[in-house]
């Protein structure tokens, strides 16, 4: 009676464990860098790589420019293939004024012209914006308190 008990609970165990094997989703790879605007870090805002027909992997902008992306968990990364990259260089000032860092361009995924192709797992994923001669400027949105 013993041995069948431990049998069907070894049983159950291996079965778990193979169920928790993979979480389901398509494979990710590591992928961070920088952004760079006019030669200098980038460090307000956040990036975002879109591939066709999956969910897009983000990451909020850091010191020297980095990033680190995520698509389900904090740093898995994202799927292979080429992405089209959009680059949201803001920073909010506060309820009614943001500053763009990056032109605005760059915030949408058509509009930004940027892609990337990810074939493997990279640290050195970079992106150099450009202000073509304008500058970073305040944004005063209506509504707010």
Partial sequence: MFFSRLSVA???LAVAICVGCGDGRPGRVPVSGRVLIDGEPLEHGN??????????????????GRFTL???EFGDGCVTGVHAVSILGTEVLNAQARKWHAPPKYSGPASSKLSYE???PTDSAEFNLSWEGKEPYIERMAGGE
């Fill in 10 to 12: 070894l049983i159950f």
């Fill in 47 to 64: 990036i975002r790589f879109h591939p066709p027909g999956q969910r897009a992997a983000s990451a909020k902008l850091g010191p020297g």
């Fill in 70 to 72: 995520s698509t389900y």
């Fill in 118 to 120: 990810v074939t493997g």
